[in-house]
Each structure stands twice: as C-alpha cells, then as structure tokens.
C-alpha cells in the first residue's frame, strides 16, 4: 500500500485524496475547502465535536486535508497518520504554517509513533475504504482503542458493500489516456479498490479495544459512519 500511495502521491496528490475534484485541473482552493465541510458532515453525521485544546488524530491523513480542518475547527494538536512517505512529505511542507499539526509515516497497520492514551479523538474519512484487507482496518480500530484516552471518540467512515470494490472497465480509451497522462492510474489495483468491513466484527475489534460502539449510521453502504468511544477505568 506504501508504494501504491507514493506513486499516486507523485502523479497527483490533490485528486487521489479527493477524487471528485477534476484530474485535468486541480481546484486547490476546493481540495481544502471541501476538507472542512467533509469534516464537518462526518462530525454532524456522529453527533461528535471537537473541543478546544484538543488532541485529535487524523488515520489516512493524506497531504492533511481533515488535519488542517480539524486545527481549524479548535483542535490544538492533530497528529496525522499516514502510510505513503510521499504523503506525508507533501503534508509537512503544505502544513508547515500551522503549528499544531504533526504528521508521522506509518507502517500501514498500526498508528506507528503515537503513545497509549494521547488523544481525545480519531477521525478518517475515504480511507478504510481503500484497505484490500478487511483485517488490517480492525487493526487500525484496536489502535484507536490503544490511543485514546478513557472517554475520548472516534468518528470514521468505513465501507459497508461489497459490491462497490470489484473491478470495472474504463473501455478501450482507458488505458491510451493513462498512458498519456490524462487519466488517473492504478483505479483498477487493489489498494484502490480496497475491501468492505463486516459491522459485527467491527464492533467485536472495538469492544476488545475497550471501545462502545455508540453510533452506525448509513449501514450497507460505501458511506458507513462509525461512531466509537473509550471505556473509564469503570467500564
């Protein structure tokens, strides 16, 4: 998944963590402005807001589209997380004026440089969806259990149909016009396509993590938002 995110960091970083931007003509203004208003329905969408001072973790942060929005929203410190280095490059130069926001490379199945209990909340947006297996994204929802603090949340969107990650053909101008640089490469590879998640053994990684599950909304869809919380020391 690391070489698969570098390559489509090179050929263009903006499109492939926003793909209903266009290809051709990169709107940069609407890549960041449409960051805010997706962290925003995915807050309304789990009844979830981000409170000032704090320590909020952005899984699949991309170039930091969701960690800009998040600082903006309040939050003092966003550690964004990331598989591809390529990513992570562009999001340390593209954020290096905001003071609040790290970023970290990490190994692709666990929030790699981040302590137990440093944060009050972890999103992700049209990240899970790309995992090819179903596994590794439990994984990512154990971790959120090992980084949050007691009573911290998350809030994430995750694929619930399995039938939106099989191939589909792109005719037989696809593969002329990615070749010439007119069309987006590697839609048809795994680590685009990526893999729906089962609720039940979402919610059973997250109950051994020590998380509630308090919300699913949008379930048997590509849009599944989950809504996840810490358990105290009482339970």
């Not at 980084?147 to 998350?154: N, S």
């Amino acid at each position: 998944m690391g070489r698969f995110w570098d390559e489509r960091a090179r050929e263009n970083a903006f499109y492939f963590v926003d793909d209903r931007l266009d290809y051709n003509d990169t709107d940069v203004e609407r890549f960041w402005s449409d960051g805010l208003k997706d962290l925003d329905r995915l807050l309304d969408t789990a009844g979830a807001s981000i409170d000032p001072g704090d320590t909020v973790v952005d899984i699949g942060c991309g170039i930091g589209r969701l960690t800009r929005a998040a600082l903006e929203r309040g939050a003092a410190r966003v550690l964004g997380v990331d598989v591809s280095s390529e990513m992570i490059a562009r999001a340390r130069t593209l954020n290096a004026h905001l003071p609040g926001a790290e970023f970290h490379h990490g190994d692709g199945r666990r929030l790699t440089g981040l302590a137990d209990g440093i944060a009050d909340a972890c999103i992700s947006h049209v990240v899970f969806q790309h995992i090819p297996d179903p596994e590794v994204t439990l994984g990512y929802v154990r971790e959120m259990g090992r980084v949050l603090r007691p009573g911290g949340w998350a809030a994430f969107q995750v694929s619930n149909d399995p039938s939106i990650h099989q191939p589909r053909s792109t005719g037989f101008a696809g593969p002329l016009r990615r070749l010439i640089g007119r069309e987006p490469r590697g839609r048809s590879a795994p680590a685009w396509l990526g893999s729906a998640v089962d609720l039940a053994d979402l919610r059973a990684a997250a109950d051994e993590a020590l998380l509630n599950t308090e919300r699913v909304a949008g379930e048997g869809t590509q849009f599944c938002c989950v809504v996840l919380r810490r358990r105290g020391c009482g339970g």
